[in-house]
């Protein structure tokens, strides 16, 4: 079983937390949804209600097996909170399993890490990650080592089966 953090707030695109979700607590692994503050009650995109495990400030990147970051407005939020992006940056800096789908590769642009890395994201997103020096692929599942990434939730299929298996 593995640890998984869940990076996220409100706006999320609903189906791209809870099939991910769903997928690895089916196959075993124990989720915990970080925002801002514990205790508290995030609301997706379509009404999704989620609550908050964990505030930002009581956990630690290195108590966790991997990260899921979905997409929606969620990334582009939390990519202006320093606490947000360094605990993202610590994934991507120890090559540690890190699973983004649509806008979630935002958040990878303000690590400063993203130049060299093989993925993917909504196609809005592409160009940035381009030009912050990224490899773009626009494929429905791309695997760069422990970084893997996808585009829209028509992809969610690929992308769930791709994180289970690269936590089995």
Same mark, same amino acid.
């Given at each position: 079983m593995s640890k998984v953090a869940?990076?996220?707030?409100?706006?999320?695109?609903?189906?791209?937390?809870?099939? #991910?979700?769903?997928?690895?607590?089916?196959? !075993?692994?124990?989720?915990t949804v970080i925002e801002k503050e514990a205790g508290t009650e995030l609301t997706g995109k379509h009404g999704t209600k989620i609550p908050v495990d964990k505030g930002i400030d009581e956990v630690n990147p290195e108590d966790f097996d991997a990260l899921l970051i979905p997409g929606g407005f969620s990334p582009d939020q939390l990519r202006v909170d320093p606490r947000f992006v360094a605990f993202t940056k610590y994934?991507?800096?120890?090559?540690? #399993?890190?699973? /983004?789908?649509?806008? !979630? $590769?935002?958040?990878?642009?303000?690590?400063?890490?993203?130049?060299?890395?093989?993925?993917?994201?909504?196609? /809005?997103?592409? $160009?940035?990650?381009?030009y912050a020096g990224a490899v773009v692929?626009?494929? $429905?599942?791309?695997?760069?080592?422990?970084?893997?990434?996808?585009?829209? #939730?028509?992809?969610? $299929?690929?992308?769930?089966?791709?994180?289970?298996?690269?936590?089995?």
């Open positions: 869940v990076l996220v707030t409100n706006d999320v695109e609903d189906i791209e937390f809870t099939s #991910p979700k769903e997928a690895l607590e089916a196959a !075993g692994h124990k989720i994934f991507l800096a120890y090559n540690k #399993p890190l699973f /983004s789908i649509c806008h !979630g $590769p935002q958040l990878f642009i303000q690590t400063g890490l993203v130049k060299g890395r093989t993925l993917t994201a909504y196609a /809005s997103i592409q $160009p940035d990650l381009y692929e626009n494929e $429905p599942v791309v695997i760069d080592h422990a970084l893997i990434t996808s585009r829209v #939730p028509d992809d969610l $299929p690929a992308f769930n089966k791709a994180i289970v298996d690269a936590l089995a």
